[in-house]
């Protein structure tokens, strides 16, 4: 039985339990240090092996495709979103690509409300003026932000995490709006108020956020143009992806007060995160962790591992994407 154990490429560091179970059902291959494959590691690195399990941080175009073995069938991501992996490619060379939702959703709506309240409340500012020393006074001009509760909060993208978020903001008395491909049945929608186009949504945000997969649509889909749709002074929370964003209309926004602040978690070109914007005030930012907690961490390993489980016993894998 031991031999017959298909060979796992494990690109990052997981949590124990997961390291535990791919050690008993694979051939796993692990990288305990977390070394950062580029482009030649990796391929050199799922020589032989059957399988791949990476993370975001590993890049998946045509060429990396073209460089792998034949060995490699899947690739079971262990994060929900999969802009990092070239789908088309992937169908071109014969394998399948997994990813693990549902497990993260709650996780990063916490971190979305986190976002909010941050970039809301001044959270980055007060902290760093605490933190050196430089608070030397209070009176009631000093460190003001925006409330959340009872705000309109617009929510572009509602699957599963946009749901979670609205759920949560629901308890800060929030109006939903939402702008999705198609429309909620209302036991999902709750009583939000769907906009048929992003640009009918976006007067009414006094909050902004993200949960949309990058596709060819959404790519850059916050521009000039739909920043200058929102009212003056509302926030945006953006723990999806930075390539959503456009990082030059962004932060004109947050210059001239167009946005009253701004919640990340996701940039263009991770983890080099545009200086500009790490050099404003009203940015509250926290680097990619909207799933990072122990409990998730280990769900999303065990979602990916029944993908495998489920490959290599001969079913269709149940987070099949392509
Ligand atoms: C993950 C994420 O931590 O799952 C996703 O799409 O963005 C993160 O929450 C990361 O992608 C792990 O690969």
């Known amino acids: 039985m031991a031999d017959s154990k298909p060979t796992v490429l494990v690109t990052r560091r997981l949590p124990d339990a997961v390291h535990a179970r791919l050690e008993r059902d694979y051939d796993a291959r692990l990288n305990p240090e977390d070394r950062l494959y580029d482009k030649d590691a990796l391929i050199a690195a799922a020589q032989g092996a059957d399988a791949i399990l990476p993370c975001h941080t590993e890049h998946f175009t045509e060429d990396v495709f ?20 070239d789908v088309k490619a992937a169908a071109k060379h014969g394998v399948v690509v997994t990813n693990t939702p549902e497990v993260l959703s709650d996780a990063t709506a916490e971190t979305t409300i986190l976002l909010m309240l941050g970039a809301a409340r001044r959270a980055s500012e007060g902290e760093r003026l605490v933190r050196s020393g430089g608070w030397k006074d209070w009176s009631p001009a000093f460190m003001v932000g925006v409330a959340v ?69 959404t790519r850059g889909i916050m521009d000039a143009k739909r920043f200058a749709l929102l009212p003056d002074g509302a926030v945006l929370a953006n723990a999806a992806r930075g390539a959503v964003i456009d990082d030059d209309a962004l932060i004109d926004a947050l210059k001239s ?14 983890p080099n995160v545009d200086p500009r914007i790490a050099a404003l005030d009203n940015t509250f930012l926290l680097p990619h962790i909207g799933s990072a907690n122990r409990e998730t961490r280990d769900a999303m390993g065990f979602r990916a591992l029944d993908n495998l489980d489920a ?12």
Request: charged share 25%.
């Open 257 to 270: 007060g167009k946005l009253f602040a701004a919640g990340i978690d996701a940039y263009n070109n991770e």
């Open 311 to 322: 490959f290599f016993a001969g079913r269709e894998p149940g987070d099949r994407v392509a």
């Open 149 to 217: 509760t009872g705000k309109r909060l617009g929510i572009l993208g509602m699957g599963r995490v946009g749901q979670a978020v609205a759920d949560l903001a629901r308890a800060f008395r929030m109006e939903i709006h939402y702008h999705n491909r198609s429309r909620l049945s209302p036991d999902k929608e709750k009583g939000a108020v769907f906009h048929e186009t992003l640009e009918d949504m976006l007067p009414h945000c006094d909050f902004l956020s993200l949960h949309c997969n990058v596709t060819e649509e």
């Open 66 to 85: 073209a460089g792998l073995p034949d060995s490699v069938k899947i690739i079971a991501n262990f994060s929900v979103g999969y802009d990092h992996v």
